[in-house]
């Protein structure tokens, strides 16, 4: 915890990123049945019922925070663990061994940054129902890793002629142990950034799905909420500010103690940033 608390924006990021995992996860076990439809109370301004004010058909926007923030995180941790895992995995493993592996995993990974992902997602939801936070997150995932991969095979190619990684070959320990016990420890803090950096991207790929339509609006979730402000036109509503603002800030702020939090991490992964 003292070397969490070295960095105070660090920590203060990763405070703010476990309460909004811990609202995300326990906060629609306190709100069941209290999202009602009340066309009466259209676009309300925040008040003692509604602390954030009302949408288009009357429902409290805070509930719907609450119980939107589940599936945007969810989908932005499983599509970075996937991402990262291809790129790391197969990133090591075509700079280590090197020759024919090593020129098809090259080649697999050009044709894959060659289509365009947001064209290929709109092609998948308009052939497949994208109603899965779990279906939305492989498939995110599965097209994210090819810029990592690059990377990880570049910070390989450098560390597999240091000294202590020809001990380790010329003893003949395998290349399981090569790379997952001499190689890959030495890049946790990089592993780390472009695992941040990845979870970043897959929940903007994931509100912009929902915010262009490309996915099918099945539950409450910040990009399902920016969908519906925008088609049902609560920019023109002076009381609907928070409708539209609420969910833009959540994900600012998600991604702000994402970005803020690797610091500490970092620090506690790099022994050159702990000895300074």
Same mark, same amino acid.
């Given at each position: ?39 009466? +109370? ?15 058909? !009357?429902?409290? /926007?805070?509930?719907?925070? /609450? ?5 945007? %995180?969810?989908?932005?941790? #499983? ?8 790129? *790391? ?15 098809? &995993?090259?080649?697999?990974?050009? /044709? ?6 947001? =064209? ?6 308009? @052939? ?10 492989? &498939? &995110? !995932? !599965? ?5 990592? #991969? ?23 320990? !395998?290349?399981?142990?090569? @790379?997952?016990?001499? *190689?890959?420890?030495?890049? $946790? +803090? ?12 897959? *929940? ?12 099918? =609006?099945?539950?409450?979730?910040? $990009?399902?909420? @920016? ?6 036109? +609560? ?15 959540? %994900?600012? /702020? ?23």
């Amino acid at each position: 915890m003292t070397a969490l608390m070295r960095s105070k924006a660090g920590f203060a990021g990763f405070v703010v990123f476990c309460l909004m995992v811990l609202l995300a996860v326990l906060g629609p076990l306190f709100t069941p049945g209290h999202l009602v439809t009340d066309v009466t +109370a259209v676009y309300q301004p925040p008040s003692g019922a509604h602390l954030l004010g009302t949408d288009s058909e !009357g429902r409290d /926007i805070a509930i719907q925070m /609450i119980n939107g923030g589940r599936s945007v %995180i969810l989908v932005g941790v #499983l599509a970075g663990v996937i991402s990262t895992g291809i790129a *790391i995995a197969f990133g090591s493993l075509g700079a280590y061994l090197g020759g024919w592996v090593d020129s098809l &995993i090259v080649s697999v990974t050009d /044709i894959v940054l060659t289509v365009p992902q947001i =064209i290929l997602l709109a092609v998948l939801a308009s @052939l497949y129902t994208l109603d899965s936070p779990w279906l939305l997150a492989v &498939i &995110i !995932g !599965g097209f994210a890793w090819p810029y990592l #991969l690059r990377s990880v095979r570049a910070q390989v190619f450098s560390l597999k002629e240091r000294e202590y990684v020809e001990a380790a070959r010329l003893l003949d320990l !395998g290349t399981p142990h090569v @790379l997952f016990r001499e *190689i890959l420890p030495n890049m $946790g +803090a990089f592993i780390l950034m472009n695992f941040v950096v990845t979870m970043t991207n897959a *929940i903007y790929a994931l509100v912009g799905l929902y915010f262009l339509g490309l996915a099918p =609006i099945v539950d409450d979730n910040w $990009g399902a909420m @920016l969908n519906k402000a925008w088609t049902r036109g +609560a920019i023109f509503y002076s009381d609907s500010l928070f409708y539209v603002l609420a969910p833009v800030l959540a %994900i600012s /702020i998600l991604q702000l103690s994402l970005v803020t939090m690797t610091r500490s991490f970092e620090e506690i992964l790099n022994p050159r940033l702990r000895q300074s």
